[in-house]
């Protein structure tokens, strides 16, 4: 069966510092995979997605995510983390290629410090 | 332009009632799926519609649980004799008509805030 795993429950960080999310994913097709961030009282916002082609993906708010097919990882990088990144992160994959049914992580909560 | 929308944001029923939550997709949206969220879970798909086809209630974890899609718009999740282990937030989504991730159909999944289900 498919699934998800971010390993990591909560992370803190310094602002300014650099930020990396993991994810892993057992699947056994290619898989289309997504982050999706969800602020307090927010829905979940989606920062980037990979279908195929170039394995480093570009998001919003200066995220970037490396689909690594070896390690069936998809990890979310940022390379300086501001205040405003406290929330917690969802990486997802779509179950079965064009049936919509993500399966998300557990999520991994954000913490950054001043 | 308004985003998805869920009411109430936060419902409080003892066990054994019923409850309906409703979700409002974005406008033009065909694709409209609810979700479950529970403390320390991750979120769990229960229900897909997608236009005028049956939808997908695959998800749904008992019979207790149903939804329907009026007019291709609005959605209620419904549910009945409501346990506590039904305590979570509750999340829709809406998304224009899903294709191949490899044209330009494929489209993301844009959420609702929430509705927060507390079951006493």
């Known amino acids: 069966a498919q699934s998800v795993t971010q390993p990591d429950i909560h992370i803190t960080v310094s602002e300014g510092a650099s930020l990396e999310l993991r994810c892993n994913y057992s699947?056994?097709?290619?898989?289309?995979l997504f982050w999706y961030v969800q602020s307090p009282g927010q829905g979940l916002q989606l920062l980037l997605k990979y279908f195929s082609g170039d394995t480093l993906v570009q998001g919003i708010k200066g995220f970037e995510a490396e689909f690594k097919r070896s390690q069936s990882s998809f990890n979310l990088r940022k390379p300086s983390v501001h205040w405003s990144d406290a929330a917690e992160y969802f990486c997802a994959v779509d179950a079965t290629s064009g049936t919509y049914k993500y399966i998300f992580g557990t999520g991994t909560r954000l913490k950054v410090l001043a | 332009g308004a985003g998805v929308s869920q009411s109430p944001s936060n419902k409080v029923t003892e066990k054994g009632k019923d409850v309906e939550l409703r979700c409002d997709p974005i406008?033009?949206?065909?694709?409209l799926y609810w979700y479950r969220q529970s403390l320390g879970q991750g979120l769990e798909f229960l229900i897909y519609?997608?236009?005028?086809?049956?939808?997908?209630k695959s998800g749904l974890p008992s019979d207790r649980f149903s939804a329907e899609r009026t007019g291709g718009s609005v959605s209620t999740l419904t549910i009945q004799r409501t346990q506590q282990e039904d305590s979570a937030v509750y999340l829709c989504a809406s998304s224009l008509s899903p294709g191949l991730a490899g044209d330009v159909s494929y489209n993301e999944q844009f959420f609702g805030p929430g509705t927060r289900l507390t079951v006493l």
């Open positions: 519609f997608q236009g005028n086809s049956a939808p997908d």
């Open positions: 699947y056994g097709a290619t898989p289309y």
């Open positions: 406008s033009g949206h065909t694709a």
